[in-house]
């Protein structure tokens, strides 16, 4: 009995670690906090924000934002206090500038190249080849001209 | 003295080792001396290495059910109270198990191959049977230093330290073994890629095997993969599914290159052109499965710098890298030996083309996939600024590609090989778009797309609604077509176009798929805290707590608060999330209640609770059309085990 009451006294201790999202922030302000949140990492989590996290470093970057908004901050000003104080990391996205932007234009240009990459290695054969399947006449006087010349050095 | 049976263990991986070394050189040496029993015996080789790779996870199994805790990885990941289900899955609970059971799952895939190959593929087999051993050395390799299972730890323990208790889920129990089977699978397409290049050319043998060791590798990854996404999300307590993170990514990959392949594979049959693309798209699969294990086990993930600190890292990253050389080598020296089986056949607005740029479309959602897992860690590297790139990065992309892959899948459907004119009738294709749009306003009003409050999120929304219902039309047109071509002859139909069924069930999945990932532009969640007795309400459901009660379920101690849920003044279900405990961790986990209807999930998790007080925090959510992800993995795994079933196909 002793020892189940110690295991339901330590579970009940650990259970402390509340979020309320809505409190400490005015209901009008929540889009804007959620919004935030929602673009900040949470630090100690793989692939969540924020906002979705319920760990006690999330819970923190949470609290800052609340307190930011609160203060009067705007979005902008917000994001910039928390790459300044974490760097860019803290974001979910990089920014689209400067050599990070690369992350964002590196797979724009490469699908723009192997588009026409594309038509060069496959389509351009229907002009080599006649559209009923036979090789065209052209192509085909060629082949067997540089054939004969073979022959004729032999 | 007595031999402990770790020893025995290691020293069944060491012979192993040394015995796929000799099969490898025996192999090589068969093909250069075209002498048969050399390559029987390096046949003989990987079987008894295979027999032999089994007897060491017996050996590691049965020391987990004895409680063994002499082995350090039994000591770490299994504790005495442990139920027996999860002492059966603690087994690939770690590191060094999950990468025995994935040699042990890759060797027994080497010799089914080995064992079972189409007569006219016997030619090659000494290249196959020596590429896989190859691998299979090394995994051995592996095993032996750096991950290797059997190291003991003296005096032994009485109690483990316990199996990590996210684990201890029925769906993370399966969900890796389905994945690691789906890799090994694709090393089979794979081998017989290098085996081809080496030999310089594909018989019609080579397309057979190969198509129906994909389709399999298909059917495992899709569930593999869709296992784990279902796992996050009755587990994790975030409500999601997929959250584009690295290992996700890394199990996404392949996916796309073994889907890519079947549709290469496929204008290979019918056209004969794409043979080279499809032994690429082979050796990209392969490739990437071990390039997702190495990002995701040598802690690169995490930052660049925690990388040198383990040292499965740096034989992972040589491994690969040989990989890769070795196969550019082959392949730059050998591919322009292989040629297309008829020059004659050229690219026109037909089936083949469509098939390509829907190849296209999956190889762009591969490179967004891989660019975004990997530019944290070049950029890391190189000019030494962290950043991350998660979910939003990735959601930027895929709608566009998921929109493209729903349009492509319509159109190519349709067309036909060689012929650039519409065999369909025109009528059929304007009925079918046409009556997609009320069967869309249907969907979307059951589904109260409406109250989406983002204008892009709805817009979104409808047109991936239309589009998912008119190729789902389209499609099921494309079937009348062939069945009044067939003069509606039931049982020839079923019986020639297995294949083409599969197809059309698989891709019937993907539409289904999309139209659950649509859900996802209309989820809301609330977080809220609620006294014994209160109340809240969140989309037109009321729930009032009704406090909580303590329970004890095997290994686990749970406190569960019940919600009373209601709609309407009428009483629904109640609703138990908790927060679970386990003996061996001081970590608390959250207990997920979910229930719902067709058109969405009501999701809780409760946050917290104070017992002072009797209050506890909840975050509710609605998550609309989940369940029709969930119903898509049926009908693609259905597709893919239809069309590896086909029995027309399988006569040669």
């Not at chain 1, 889009?31 to 760990?55: H, M, N, V």
């Amino acid at each position: 009995m002793k020892t189940l009451l110690l295991v339901v006294a330590t579970f009940i201790a650990t259970l402390a670690f509340a979020y309320d999202r809505s409190a400490d922030i005015q209901p009008q302000d929540m889009f804007l906090f959620e919004e935030i949140s929602k673009q900040l990492r949470c630090p100690t989590c793989q692939g969540l924000s924020a906002w979705e996290s319920e760990t006690k470093f999330a819970n923190q970057i949470k609290d800052i934002v609340k307190e930011k908004i609160n203060a009067g901050m705007t979005r902008d000003e917000i994001m910039e206090f928390f790459t300044t104080r974490y760097g860019l990391w803290i974001m979910r996205v990089p920014p689209s500038q400067g050599v990070i932007g690369l992350a964002w234009w590196l797979p724009l240009t490469l699908i723009c190249l192997c588009l026409p990459l594309l038509w060069y290695f496959f389509w351009r054969r229907k002009r080599m080849l006649g559209s009923d399947g036979v090789r065209s006449r052209e192509v085909l006087m060629k082949q067997m001209q540089a054939e004969l010349e073979v022959l004729r050095r032999q | 003295m007595t031999i402990a049976l770790a020893d025995i263990g290691y020293y069944l991986v060491l012979l192993c080792a040394i015995i796929s070394v000799y099969g490898v050189i025996s192999a090589l040496f068969a093909t250069r001396l075209r002498h048969r029993p050399l390559y029987l015996s390096a046949k003989m080789a990987q079987t008894v290495a295979c027999v032999l790779t089994i007897a060491a996870a017996a050996i590691l199994w049965w020391s987990f059910f004895a409680r063994d805790y002499s082995f350090t990885y039994i000591f770490k990941n299994s504790s005495n109270d442990l139920p027996p289900f999860y002492t059966l899955t603690a087994f690939w609970s770690s590191l060094e198990g999950s990468h025995l059971l994935w040699t042990l799952l890759l060797s027994v895939c080497a010799t089914v191959a080995a064992w079972t190959h189409a007569k006219d593929n016997e030619h090659i087999m000494p290249y196959v049977s020596a590429s896989l051993q190859a691998v299979l050395a090394w995994m051995y390799y592996l095993a032996l230093t750096h991950s290797d299972p059997f190291t003991r730890m003296l005096p032994m323990p009485n109690d483990g330290q316990g199996m990590n208790a996210l684990l201890q889920n029925p769906y993370m129990a399966i969900h890796p073994p389905t994945l690691f089977v789906g890799y090994t699978l694709l090393a089979v397409p794979f081998a017989y890629g290098v085996a081809a290049l080496c030999y310089g050319d594909i018989t019609a043998g080579w397309l057979k095997t190969v198509r129906r060791w994909a389709l399999l590798a298909f059917c495992f990854l899709t569930a593999g993969v869709s296992l784990g996404g279902r796992w996050a999300y009755v587990e994790l307590g975030w409500a999601g599914y997929w959250a584009w993170d690295p290992v996700e990514n890394s199990s996404l990959i392949p996916w796309l290159f073994c889907v890519c392949l079947l549709h290469s594979l496929l204008v290979q049959d019918k056209v004969g052109h794409l043979k080279r693309m499809s032994i690429a798209l082979a050796f990209g699969a392969f490739f990437f499965s071990f390039f997702g294990t190495f990002i995701t086990r040598s802690g690169v993930i995490s930052s660049v710098h925690s990388f040198a600190q383990s040292p499965i890292g740096g034989s992972y990253l040589l491994f690969l890298a040989g990989l890769l050389l070795a196969f550019i080598v082959i392949y730059y020296w050998r591919a322009p030996s292989i040629l297309p089986a008829e020059a004659g056949k050229v690219w026109g607005m037909a089936k083949e083309s469509a098939l390509l740029v829907t190849q296209f479309i999956l190889l762009t959602l591969v490179t967004i996939v891989v660019i975004g897992t990997l530019f944290p860690i070049v950029a890391e590297a190189i000019i030494g600024q962290r950043i991350s790139v998660q979910a939003p990065y990735f959601n930027s992309f895929a709608p566009y590609i998921g929109l493209a892959l729903v349009v492509a899948i319509a159109i190519g459907n349709i067309m036909r090989y060689q012929r650039s004119q519409l065999t369909i009738s025109k009528r059929m294709l304007f009925v079918a778009l046409v009556s997609a749009l009320p069967l869309a306003l249907v969907f979307a009003s059951y589904g109260k797309v409406w109250h989406t409050p983002a204008p892009f999120a709805l817009a979104a929304q409808c047109v991936g609604i239309y589009f998912c219902f008119a190729s789902l039309l389209v499609l099921s047109v494309d079937v009348m077509a062939r069945l009044s071509d067939l003069r509606f002859k039931l049982k020839l139909f079923l019986r020639r176009n297995c294949g083409y069924l599969g197809g059309y069930v698989a891709h019937i999945g993907l539409l289904i798929a999309v139209l659950g990932f649509l859900g996802n532009y209309r989820a809301l969640d609330k977080s809220v805290q609620l006294a014994k007795g209160e109340k809240t309400s969140l989309f037109g459901y009321d729930l009032s707590f009704d406090g909580a009660v303590m329970r004890q379920d095997n290994n686990a101690t749970i406190m569960e608060g019940i919600l009373q849920v209601s709609r309407a003044g009428q009483q629904l279900y109640s609703l138990r999330p908790g927060q679970s405990r386990y003996p061996t961790s001081q970590e608390v986990f959250h207990e997920i209640a979910v229930r719902g209807n067709f058109w969405h999930d009501l999701y809780v998790v409760m946050t917290s609770f104070k017992p002072s007080d009797q209050t506890a925090t909840f975050n509710i959510h609605i998550n609309p059309t989940v369940k029709l992800v969930w119903l898509s993995i049926f009908f693609m795994v259905a597709g893919g085990l239809l069309a590896l079933f086909d029995p027309y196909r399988g006569k040669s």
